[in-house]
């Protein structure tokens, strides 16, 4: 497989060799050539693997799943030998799936061993692919923007119960919940809630992000939480800041905001060719220049202290 080093090495030595055959006067056409010579293997790097056939199932996290889904159509669109599909389910449940084989790729919020018993955990290869941020949301209507991470817990853990209690209108709140099975649920509890579990909440419980959104929309004292990527381009409800600071790409770099995990791509073992050859066309340049603006981070726009924050 190309990689950077590579593509390099070989764009150097094309360029030397050229530049030596073809004497001063050839200078622009020999680095023509090494630059068309240079983009030539960096797209066979970001095609991932061209050449390979076969089909490639994923399912899992629904915070990663429209990410996934457009890599998927880019990838097929670049190498017509692949068929590629996606679908969601919670992280659990593609972490499941992944190890017992039923699908090539399950896509996770959280590492395996979080979800998964550390023998069957280790039989997978974890691919670290993009960050995701996780932001609360609540109704426009409402008109609450910013809460304390005591008041964020104690309104999921139904301590606070009317909005009143948090500078809010005298109307009760609705939680919208996610299953047990849910790596956004797991994220958020872990760094928005400081570990403390969620009410029971069983009428209003959801792993699809595009239907908690809608619930919040209909509802005007509901809360619920979502990925940064569902609020790109968002006019229908209000993501809500934590102690002053907004849910952006920004301050998760910073490590301003808190609330943001890595995204995983897990194979069993190191995945057939053409899993292999489709995460490496995500975390390709070409592919990765695309994230932020569907509201992913990239990985290694990390600051070290939001990473060591995460440790």
């Known amino acids: 497989?190309?990689?950077?080093?590579?593509?390099?090495?070989?764009?150097?030595?094309?360029?030397?060799?050229?530049?030596?055959?073809?004497?001063?006067?050839?200078?622009?056409?020999?680095?023509?050539?090494?630059?068309?010579?240079?983009?030539?293997?960096?797209t066979a790097a970001d095609a991932g693997a061209a050449g390979v056939s076969g089909s490639v199932t994923a399912s899992g996290s629904s915070a990663l799943l429209p990410l996934v889904k457009a890599a998927a159509d880019a990838y097929m669109s670049v190498n017509a030998d692949v068929s590629v599909t996606v679908n969601g389910g919670g992280s659990g449940t593609g972490l499941k799936q992944v190890a017992d084989g039923s699908v090539d790729?399950?896509?996770?919020?959280v590492f395996?061993?979080?979800?998964?018993?550390?023998?069957?955990?280790?039989?997978?290869?974890?691919?670290?692919?993009?960050?995701?941020?996780?932001?609360?949301?609540?109704?426009?209507?409402?008109g609450v923007t910013n809460l304390t991470t005591q008041q964020l817990t104690d309104i999921f853990t139904a301590k606070i119960?009317?909005?009143?209690?948090?500078?809010?209108?005298?109307?009760?709140?609705?939680?919208?919940?996610?299953?047990?099975?849910s790596g956004t649920r797991a994220l958020f509890q872990k760094w928005a809630l400081g570990g403390a579990s969620e009410a029971d909440n069983k009428a209003l419980e959801t792993d699809d992000s595009g239907t908690l959104m809608q619930t919040i929309k209909d509802n005007d004292g509901a809360i619920g939480y979502v990925a940064l990527s569902y609020l790109v381009n968002n006019t229908d409800v209000q993501a809500v800041?934590?102690?002053?600071?907004?849910?952006?790409?920004?301050?998760?770099?910073s490590g301003a905001y808190k609330v943001w995990g890595f995204e995983h791509m897990y194979t069993k073992g190191d995945g057939s060719a053409a899993a292999q050859g489709f995460i490496q066309y995500i975390t390709g340049d070409a592919f990765s220049a695309k994230m932020e603006g569907m509201g992913y981070g990239v990985a290694a726009k990390m600051s070290s202290a939001a990473v060591s924050s995460h440790k």
């Open 161 to 181: 119960t009317n909005w009143k209690e948090v500078g809010g209108p005298d109307k009760d709140i609705v939680l919208v919940t996610r299953p047990s099975s």
């Open 1 to 42: 497989m190309w990689n950077k080093r590579l593509i390099a090495a070989f764009t150097s030595g094309l360029l030397a060799v050229s530049l030596a055959a073809c004497g001063s006067s050839s200078l622009a056409a020999a680095a023509a050539a090494a630059t068309a010579a240079a983009d030539s293997a960096t």
């Open 105 to 109: 790729i399950g896509d996770s919020d």
């Open 112 to 142: 395996a061993e979080e979800k998964l018993d550390a023998d069957v955990a280790k039989t997978l290869t974890d691919h670290e692919v993009a960050v995701i941020t996780m932001a609360p949301v609540t109704s426009k209507s409402l």
């Open 241 to 253: 800041s934590i102690d002053g600071v907004a849910p952006t790409l920004e301050n998760t770099y």
